[in-house]
T-cell receptor, first 112, second 111 residues
Framework: QKEVEQNSGPLSVPEGAIASLNCTYS??????FFWYRQYSGKSPELIMSIYSNGDKEDGRFTAQLNKASQYVSLLIRDSQPSDSATYLC????????????FGTGTQLKVEL | EPEVTQTPSHQVTQMGQEVILRCVPISNHLYFYWYRQILGQKVEFLVS????????KSEIFDDQFSVERPDGSNFTLKIRSTKLEDSAMYFC?????????FGPGTRLTVT
């Protein structure tokens, strides 16, 4: 079982629609969860963090966490062409080195 | 807004040579990291560093790799004898506590 699983996509949505990105993880010791956006050839950019079960909203982004199901998701409302990128899910096991374990990412394409 | 910076942006080296990749973390951050991403693959953790010592390292981070914080601002990754398979983007990240902020990366090409 992979440590972090994401659908690689591409996920295509029309401009203005809601994009839904999903992630499952295997390490039950993970306490913190992060979503990064990575444009081609660029570094990961932190867009959302979530630490407890439930929803967390920040602008057009909503992160959802269900630790019992080992599932975290990211919703992007009113998708824009500039949202086209690869979205990386990264759980973190708190303590020790606090390393992030990245999934392979989901490629999102927002079409005009 | 403060950013993590990395130099050089691109480094070409011959197999067997030593390279040093440099990073300036965000000031007042306490935790420092190196990750790498081979072209087309996922971002992989290499090492974390806190209070002037390594907190955790991955299996990739073998004896050929070392990290150092030589002064109050720089954080370096040294690869002693580069191999072809070390060709990748190397990202430095820093964190005040939980959230990690990445630098722009150094593309290392080993020929």
């Amino acid at each position: 079982q992979k440590e972090v699983e994401q659908n690689s996509g591409p996920l295509s949505v029309p401009e203005g629609a809601i994009a839904s990105l999903n992630c499952t993880y295997s390490d039950r010791g993970s306490q913190s969860f992060f979503w990064y956006r990575q444009y081609s050839g660029k570094s990961p950019e932190l867009i959302m963090s979530i630490y407890s079960n439930g929803d967390k909203e920040d602008g057009r982004f909503t992160a959802q966490l269900n630790k019992a199901s080992q599932y975290v998701s990211l919703l992007i409302r009113d998708s824009q062409p500039s949202d086209s990128a690869t979205y990386l899910c990264a759980p973190e096991r708190t303590g020790g080195g606090n390393k992030l374990t990245f999934g392979t990412g989901t490629q999102l394409k927002v079409e005009l | 807004e403060p950013e993590v910076t990395q130099t050089p942006s691109h480094q070409v080296t011959q197999m067997g040579q030593e390279v040093i990749l440099r990073c300036v973390p965000i000031s007042n951050h306490l935790y420092f990291y190196w990750y790498r991403q081979i072209l087309g693959q996922k971002v992989e953790f290499l090492v974390s560093f806190y209070n002037n010592e390594i907190s955790e390292k991955s299996e990739i981070f073998d004896d050929q790799f070392s990290v150092e914080r030589p002064d109050g601002s720089n954080f370096t990754l040294k690869i002693r004898s580069t191999k072809l398979e070390d060709s990748a983007m190397y990202f430095c990240a820093s964190s005040p506590a939980a959230e990690q902020y990445f630098g722009p990366g150094t593309r290392l090409t080993v020929t």
